[in-house]
């Protein structure tokens, strides 16, 4: 398949810029594979789509305040890094811009000058290398100096609000080490959670460090060669075992965020169990894919033509997801990030 079959007209006003001011407020466009029907209802309904004995699984990881704003050093010109993959001691991949124009051994100040960062290799397409110097700890310094890495379609003349900081994170987020939030999780409320606890089901969590390769562009005309980077992830045995028994007593597995199905696909071995594993998620997940453990899917609405619509199309069929973003659209859904929702079941 040619991935110009993943593409749909969105209004550039639909391309929410802030959270709403209740988290559980979105409103949620239910599709049901079976019935090839689509729903508008909203996110504080879904315990209503919940049964006894389900599984909601969720993930945890936490953003890291992983963009840095610069100057280089001496000249004074801006740059902007994002932090994507620790190498070595003080060493970071990262996407830098303007990157064609930082060459090997360029010098960055972010901050007071507390942070430095010296480039290791000469431009590229792609990621660069930087080595950090810095007072103190680390941690602290990033989250001094770093700022929430809003994803570039939210675009605002003040920039990052201290607002970002909390609602560009799940309430259930534990992990740190994500330069993206698993944005299907900002829905939820502890409320929401104590009512699908009520209905009976579970709720288990995992963790994926949502890296680059979830939203790096693919490059490909045949979506078949398209290759998703790896992402660290972890399956603990605990929600191993509580998935486990759900499938084996005709419970559903809901997936809340593309994150969490590719965790969870990446983990279930060759007898179809889900069994601790603690590696990198190097799963592709396109149309002709067979889903081996997710039984249904929370997800937001994606950008045209990416990886994470590849995935909600193989889940629930192409025509009837494109079918849905159209009816979205119409409707005047709010989306990407800080947009509404959207469960196939």
């Not at 309904?45 to 909601?56: A, F, G, H, I, Q």
């Not at 303007?98 to 090997?104: M, N, V, W």
């Not at 290398?129 to 100096?145: H, I, T």
């Not at 997940?285 to 990416?306: C, E, M």
Request: charged content about 25%; hydrophobic content about 40%.
């Amino acid at each position: 398949m040619d991935i110009s079959e993943f593409d749909y007209e969105l209004p550039e006003e639909l391309i929410a810029q802030q959270p709403l001011p209740q988290r559980d407020a979105s409103r949620m466009l239910v599709v049901d594979r079976e019935k090839q029907d689509r729903t508008d209802s909203h996110f504080s309904s879904l315990p209503d789509y919940v049964r006894e004995n389900d599984v909601l699984v969720i993930n945890n990881t936490r953003v890291f305040p992983a963009r840095l704003v610069g100057l280089r050093d001496p000249s004074g010109g801006r740059v902007e890094v994002l932090l994507v993959r620790q190498r070595g001691p003080s060493i970071w991949e990262a996407l830098v811009k303007p990157g064609a124009r930082l060459r090997q051994g360029a010098r960055i100040k972010f901050g007071d000058s507390r942070l430095r960062a010296e480039v290791l290799d000469a431009p590229r397409n792609g990621l660069r290398q930087l080595r950090f110097e810095y007072e103190g700890q680390w941690e602290a310094v990033l989250e001094e100096v770093g700022e929430t890495p809003l994803p570039p379609y939210i675009s605002r003349p003040a920039g990052v609000s201290v607002v970002d900081r909390e609602r560009y994170q799940t309430v259930f987020a534990r992990q740190e080490g994500a330069i993206a939030a698993p944005t299907a999780g900002l829905h939820f409320t502890p409320h929401i959670f104590d009512r699908v606890l009520a209905r009976g089901a579970h709720v288990a969590e995992i963790t994926l460090h949502v890296g680059y390769g979830t939203f790096e562009p693919v490059r490909v005309n045949d979506v078949a060669q398209h290759r998703v980077g790896s992402e660290e992830f972890e399956l603990c045995e605990r929600t191993a075992s509580t998935i486990n028994d759900t499938r084996a007593s005709g419970g559903r597995v809901i997936a809340v965020g593309t994150t969490t199905a590719r965790a969870l696909e990446s983990a279930v071995n060759v007898m179809g169990q889900l069994e601790h594993a603690r590696t990198q998620a190097d799963l592709t997940i396109v149309p002709g894919y067979k889903f081996r453990v997710i039984d249904a899917l929370l997800t937001n609405f994606h950008l045209p033509r990416s990886s994470l619509l590849l995935l909600v199309c193989a889940f629930a069929g192409r025509d009837l997801v494109l079918q849905a973003y159209r009816q979205a659209v119409y409707q005047r859904y709010r989306f990407y990030s800080y947009g509404d929702c959207m469960l196939l079941i």
